[in-house]
């Protein structure tokens, strides 16, 4: 307790043990406190002299609130049993999150003689354990007030544990310093408040402009219970600081911390922002923080319930901002205003020196948790849709069966598209329907990325597996299941860490392999050229219908078409039939993809260069669509370092320059700079997805 926690060691040596509080024995052997109170008689602290069994009831009452990992406070130590209990079984959490605990106790002799009955101590005890608060002592209030409102990422309790004689007064002590919170939660929006009703129009457009007159600052918010995000909007915060912005990066810095209201009003009273960036959350979610004179970017990843509904596109005002080149899909869908989607994918941290690459590294890498077997995606789909009609599930069913035959017999599922077709082909042979478009949707996410994800990468696999028997390599894959897969277990290496461990895996490959249904610039594609490394890529429509179809709209369509129909409208005389064969084949794009639209905000993203003849530099020559390409394209490669450093050299120079962090931040920077100036313009209006 010393080394630990100084403070309330103090306290604990300066208390004097008198005849107020008894060790005693109970008849299951255990040993509980009794109190003598003048008046009132000798009281045990166990419930029912029981001090386990008065555990496990409270373990029981309180599994929700413990298994969501929401705080507690213990009011009062009791026998000290349920400390103890707390701190050596902590709740399986997501992620590293761990459960909060404040340790309230105004007596420090029944403290004194918890210690006496328990072992607090060693890393599996509640002192040394961070995630436990402790405020012991007469004066516990203050301090618990200061911590709460010094430390708001300190999660208020959720539930109280009363064990103590006086818990309606500490009760009392926990409002008390709720208020303290509040007042001073109140102080900070005012704060707040002042300094968003400073941000005008055309303060905003000098601040996002060429030539600001003092450096802008952006908050970025993320969590320590994702990795991507954190390290994405790490990597973000770099870009903006590198275009002379100050970027502050909120996120909790241990496992019992919490992002909650208040702490994200402390940070905007303290750092002002002129600009809230977040990834995969809208501003609405936060209720009242962020008010809406304030620019707010939400760059959206994952395409997830709380941004896939009418009440969420509703929501959008005039700065909030969404990052996505699915600008189109969420206007049409979901009603998002066009001129407030801001067209951005994925982006890559660009290390700051690409070793050569090292000899003695694996030959055929693969990296991916996409590990699931068929029949496991099968049985979890139809686990998510139990509450379905029963057609509707034989339906479901039969499309997942079908899907599986048609890779068993050598062929592929490409498309979302596809899936979507053969899902309407199964609805109506069962006579089934799926009422609402948004139950399709979700069916269909279950069925492509649930499903027909892992069925498209474990084809190339196997293609990549027999080509390396036949030649003697060794194929390795990383990520976690693989070692329970009934057909890739041989090849599973375990997990690699995100990072320098995972670059350096790339670098020293001879070859990798990117094997999407859908565009190759996926996260792991960028950050393993950005590192230097050679891959092999499964070819895939997403990647070459669109930039051809970016080409002829260069070559014969008039630049201010964004869409199929604007398209249709200017194409230049004699090639409308050629616009309508090309529009035909992209028909396979999507199932409510413009076509148009969607090029023309990969061109914004960066993704597409019109003109170029490929979407990456060389990406005909590393790319394969079945077994014999597969091994031919190893035969060519494997030997020929020289060769493949020519195009990961190639491939790389590219992505820096069209998909990096720098270079992603500062065109959606210009892009919210361009809407800034045209606000007085409708929502509906101005550039769609710019």
Same mark, same amino acid.
């Given at each position: 307790?010393?080394?630990?926690?100084?403070?309330?060691?103090?306290?604990?040596?300066?208390?004097?043990?008198?005849?107020?509080?008894?060790?005693?024995?109970?008849?299951?052997?255990?040993?509980?406190?009794?109190?003598?109170?003048?008046?009132?008689?000798?009281?045990?602290?166990?419930?029912?002299?029981?001090?386990?069994?008065?555990?496990?009831?409270?373990?029981?009452?309180?599994?929700?609130?413990?298994?969501?990992?929401?705080?507690?406070?213990?009011?009062?130590?009791?026998?000290?049993?349920?400390?103890?209990?707390?701190?050596?079984?902590?709740?399986?959490?997501?992620?590293?999150?761990?459960?909060?605990?404040?340790?309230?106790?105004?007596?420090?002799?029944?403290?004194?003689?918890?210690?006496?009955?328990?072992?607090?101590?060693?890393?599996?005890?509640?002192?040394?354990?961070?995630?436990?608060?402790?405020?012991?002592?007469?004066?516990?209030?203050?301090?618990?007030?200061?911590?709460?409102?010094?430390?708001?990422?300190?999660?208020?309790?959720?539930?109280?544990?009363?064990?103590?004689?006086?818990?309606?007064?500490?009760?009392?002590?926990?409002?008390?310093?709720?208020?303290?919170?509040?007042?001073?939660?109140?102080?900070?929006?005012?704060?707040?408040?002042?300094?968003?009703?400073?941000?005008?129009?055309?303060?905003?457009?000098?601040?996002?402009?060429?030539?600001?007159?003092?450096?802008?600052?952006?908050?970025?918010?993320?969590?320590?219970?994702?990795?991507?995000?954190?390290?994405?909007?790490?990597?973000?915060?770099?870009?903006?600081?590198?275009?002379?912005?100050?970027?502050?990066?909120?996120?909790?810095?241990?496992?019992?911390?919490?992002?909650?209201?208040?702490?994200?009003?402390?940070?905007?009273?303290?750092?002002?922002?002129?600009?809230?960036?977040?990834?995969?959350?809208?501003?609405?979610?936060?209720?009242?923080?962020?008010?809406?004179?304030?620019?707010?970017?939400?760059?959206?990843?994952?395409?997830?319930?709380?941004?896939?509904?009418?009440?969420?596109?509703?929501?959008?005002?005039?700065?909030?901002?969404?990052?996505?080149?699915?600008?189109?899909?969420?206007?049409?869908?979901?009603?998002?205003?066009?001129?407030?989607?801001?067209?951005?994918?994925?982006?890559?941290?660009?290390?700051?020196?690409?070793?050569?690459?090292?000899?003695?590294?694996?030959?055929?890498?693969?990296?991916?948790?996409?590990?699931?077997?068929?029949?496991?995606?099968?049985?979890?789909?139809?686990?998510?849709?139990?509450?379905?009609?029963?057609?509707?599930?034989?339906?479901?069913?039969?499309?997942?069966?079908?899907?599986?035959?048609?890779?068993?017999?050598?062929?592929?599922?490409?498309?979302?598209?596809?899936?979507?077709?053969?899902?309407?082909? +199964?609805?109506? *042979?069962?006579? #089934?329907?799926?009422?609402?478009?948004? $139950?399709?949707?979700?069916? &269909?996410?279950? %069925?492509?990325?649930?499903?027909?994800?892992?069925?498209?990468?474990?084809?190339?696999?196997?293609?990549?597996?027999?080509?390396?028997?036949?030649?003697?390599?060794?194929?390795?894959?990383?990520?976690?299941?693989?070692?329970?897969?009934?057909?890739?277990?041989?090849?599973?290496?375990?997990?690699?860490?995100?990072?320098?461990?995972?670059?350096?895996?790339?670098?020293?490959?001879?070859?990798?392999?990117?094997?999407?249904?859908?565009?190759?610039?996926?996260?792991?594609?960028?950050?393993?050229?950005?590192?230097?490394?050679?891959?092999?890529?499964?070819?895939?429509?997403?990647?070459?219908?669109?930039?051809?179809?970016?080409?002829?709209?260069?070559?014969?369509?008039?630049?201010? +078409?964004?869409? *199929?129909?604007? #398209?249709?409208?200017?194409?230049?005389? $004699?090639?409308?039939?050629? &616009?309508?064969? %090309?529009?035909?084949?992209?028909?396979?794009?999507?199932?409510?993809?413009?076509?148009?639209?969607?090029?023309?905000?990969?061109?914004?993203?960066?993704?597409?260069?019109?003109?170029?003849?490929?979407?990456?530099?060389?990406?005909?020559?590393?790319?394969?669509?079945?077994?014999?390409?597969?091994?031919?394209?190893?035969?060519?490669?494997?030997?020929?370092?020289?060769?493949?450093?020519?195009?990961?050299?190639?491939?790389?120079?590219?992505?820096?320059?069209?998909?990096?962090?720098?270079?992603?931040?500062?065109?959606?920077?210009?892009?919210?700079?361009?809407?800034?100036?045209?606000?007085?313009?409708?929502?509906?209006?101005?550039?769609?997805?710019?």
């Amino acid at each position: 307790m010393q080394a630990h926690r100084p403070e309330v060691f103090r306290i604990l040596a300066a208390a004097e043990l008198d005849e107020s509080y008894v060790l005693v024995c109970v008849p299951s052997g255990a040993m509980t406190i009794l109190r003598r109170q003048a008046g009132v008689g000798t009281i045990c602290l166990s419930p029912d002299h029981d001090p386990l069994g008065g555990v496990a009831r409270l373990g029981k009452a309180l599994e929700s609130p413990i298994g969501q990992g929401h705080s507690l406070a213990l009011a009062g130590i009791g026998d000290g049993y349920f400390l103890k209990h707390l701190a050596g079984n902590p709740p399986s959490l997501f992620l590293n999150m761990t459960l909060p605990v404040f340790v309230i106790e105004p007596d420090p002799r029944l403290a004194l003689l918890a210690m006496a009955i328990h072992d607090y101590t060693g890393p599996a005890g509640p002192i040394e354990q961070e995630r436990f608060q402790w405020f012991i002592g007469a004066g516990w209030q203050p301090s618990f007030s200061d911590a709460i409102v010094d430390e708001p990422m300190l999660q208020f309790p959720v539930s109280n544990v009363n064990q103590s004689l006086e818990s309606a007064e500490i009760a009392v002590g926990i409002q008390q310093a709720l208020a303290d919170l509040l007042a001073a939660d109140a102080a900070n929006h005012a704060v707040v408040a002042e300094h968003c009703g400073q941000l005008s129009r055309q303060a905003l457009i000098e601040l996002f402009g060429d030539h600001p007159p003092r450096r802008p600052r952006a908050l970025l918010i993320t969590t320590r219970f994702s990795t991507v995000l954190q390290h994405s909007t790490r990597d973000a915060a770099k870009a903006f600081t590198q275009l002379g912005w100050e970027a502050m990066r909120l996120i909790e810095p241990t496992g019992h911390h919490r992002i909650t209201r208040a702490a994200l009003r402390a940070a905007m009273a303290s750092f002002k922002p002129d600009l809230v960036f977040q990834i995969d959350h809208l501003r609405d979610e936060h209720g009242d923080v962020f008010p809406a004179t304030v620019p707010f970017a939400c760059w959206i990843q994952d395409h997830l319930d709380n941004l896939t509904s009418r009440s969420a596109g509703d929501k959008i005002a005039t700065r909030d901002y969404v990052l996505t080149t699915a600008g189109a899909w969420y206007s049409q869908r979901y009603g998002y205003p066009p001129r407030q989607c801001i067209s951005l994918g994925k982006l890559t941290r660009i290390p700051k020196a690409v070793h050569s690459i090292s000899p003695g590294g694996e030959d055929l890498v693969y990296v991916s948790n996409a590990s699931e077997s068929p029949a496991a995606s099968t049985k979890r789909i139809l686990q998510s849709c139990a509450s379905a009609p029963g057609a509707t599930r034989r339906a479901i069913s039969r499309c997942s069966a079908e899907m599986i035959d048609e890779y068993a017999r050598g062929g592929s599922v490409t498309t979302r598209c596809e899936v979507a077709a053969r899902l309407d082909d +199964a609805l109506r *042979t069962e006579r #089934a329907e799926i009422a609402s478009p948004a $139950g399709r949707d979700a069916v &269909l996410q279950l %069925l492509f990325e649930g499903l027909n994800n892992a069925l498209y990468r474990q084809q190339a696999l196997a293609w990549a597996a027999t080509a390396a028997a036949t030649r003697g390599l060794r194929l390795s894959i990383y990520g976690s299941g693989w070692e329970d897969h009934p057909q890739f277990a041989p090849y599973a290496r375990g997990s690699v860490q995100y990072g320098p461990a995972l670059e350096e895996l790339t670098r020293r490959a001879r070859i990798n392999f990117q094997i999407v249904p859908y565009s190759c610039f996926h996260q792991r594609l960028l950050d393993g050229l950005a590192a230097g490394g050679f891959f092999l890529i499964r070819r895939h429509p997403y990647d070459t219908l669109t930039q051809e179809l970016s080409n002829f709209l260069r070559d014969f369509v008039d630049p201010a +078409a964004q869409t *199929t129909a604007q #398209a249709r409208r200017c194409v230049a005389t $004699g090639h409308k039939e050629a &616009l309508e064969a %090309l529009l035909g084949r992209c028909t396979v794009l999507g199932d409510y993809d413009d076509p148009v639209q969607l090029v023309r905000s990969w061109e914004r993203a960066g993704q597409l260069i019109p003109g170029d003849s490929q979407a990456l530099p060389r990406l005909n020559e590393v790319s394969f669509d079945d077994s014999q390409s597969l091994q031919s394209a190893i035969e060519r490669f494997i030997h020929d370092p020289a060769l493949r450093g020519q195009i990961a050299e190639a491939q790389r120079l590219a992505v820096e320059s069209r998909l990096s962090y720098l270079a992603g931040v500062s065109r959606t920077l210009a892009a919210i700079g361009q809407r800034l100036r045209d606000e007085d313009l409708p929502l509906s209006a101005g550039r769609a997805a710019a």
